[in-house]
């Protein structure tokens, strides 16, 4: 059975951090790029970050670039994101996604909620 678990989402003030971590069981952790995503009241989900499946390489939305670092373990079969000076506007939900770049065969996380308040 495939999952996605995450968790480390809560309550911060502004300027604060915040490390959210993705747990995979099911499928071959390793062999698919991951994903950070994030949905707030009203609005498109959007792509937060991305680490390849070998972790050489990181993409970043403009709007986290700098405060926010994305990274992996398989030896863990975990994703991370590394979330420092949090503004208001990270208050999302943020969700954890693994994708197969062979065949696009992705799975989504439940979801962790981040709410950046004073």
């Known amino acids: 059975q495939v999952q996605l678990v995450e968790s480390g989402g809560g309550l911060v003030q502004p300027g604060g951090s915040l490390r959210l971590s993705c747990t995979a069981s099911g499928f071959t952790f390793s062999s698919y790029a991951m994903s950070w995503y994030r949905q707030a009241p009203g609005k498109e989900r959007e792509l937060v970050a991305t680490?390849?499946?070998?972790?050489?390489?990181?993409n970043y939305a403009d709007s986290v670039k700098g405060r926010f670092t994305i990274s992996g373990d398989n030896a863990k079969n975990t994703v991370y994101l590394q979330m420092n000076s949090l503004k208001p506007e990270d208050t999302a939900v943020y969700y954890c996604?693994?994708?197969?770049?062979?065949?696009?065969?992705?799975?989504w996380g439940q979801g962790t909620q981040v709410t950046v308040s004073s």
């Open positions: 680490i390849t499946s070998t972790g050489r390489s990181t």
């Open positions: 996604r693994a994708e197969r770049s062979s065949d696009y065969i992705s799975y």
